[in-house]
Nanobody
Framework: EVQLVESGGGLVQAGGSLRLSCAAS????????IGWFRQAPGKGREGVSS????????YYSDSVKGRFTISTDNAKNTVYLQMNRLQPEDTAVYYC????????????????????WGQGTQVTVSS
């Protein structure tokens, strides 16, 4: 059974940092892409970042480029999202998701391409 479990969310002041974790199990990561999405209150889900297990390529949306870093620890089957210089507009529920489609890539970061989702973790940035 494929499982994705996020952790690391919380409340932080503007300018602060958080590191989200996505523990993956139940599938081989070879060729998979793990993506991070977020959904703010009253808004649709937004693709934030993704990383490919096959070639290590990464992608960042313009809204987080230069502030967020995605990485993976293969030994722990965990993908991280290091979030620095957080702003109130980063407040959202953050989800990790897995795209297991053979030959997939980090772009485009479209919600419908991702087969499996975690339960989400809340990130709140106060001003």
């Amino acid at each position: 059974e494929v499982q994705l479990v996020e952790s690391g969310g919380g409340l932080v002041q503007a300018g602060g940092s958080l590191r989200l974790s996505c523990a993956a199990s139940g599938f081989t990561k070879d060729g998979s892409v793990i993506g991070w999405f977020r959904q703010a209150p009253g808004k649709g889900r937004e693709g934030v970042s993704s990383i490919s297990s096959s070639d290590g390529k990464t992608y960042y949306s313009d809204s987080v480029k230069g502030r967020f870093t995605i990485s993976t620890d293969n030994a722990k089957n965990t993908v991280y999202l290091q979030m620095n210089r957080l702003q109130p507009e980063d407040t959202a529920v953050y989800y990790c998701a897995a795209d297991l489609t053979p030959g997939t890539s980090v772009v485009p970061l479209w919600e419908f391409q991702y087969n499996y989702w975690g339960q989400g973790t809340q990130v709140t940035v106060s001003s």
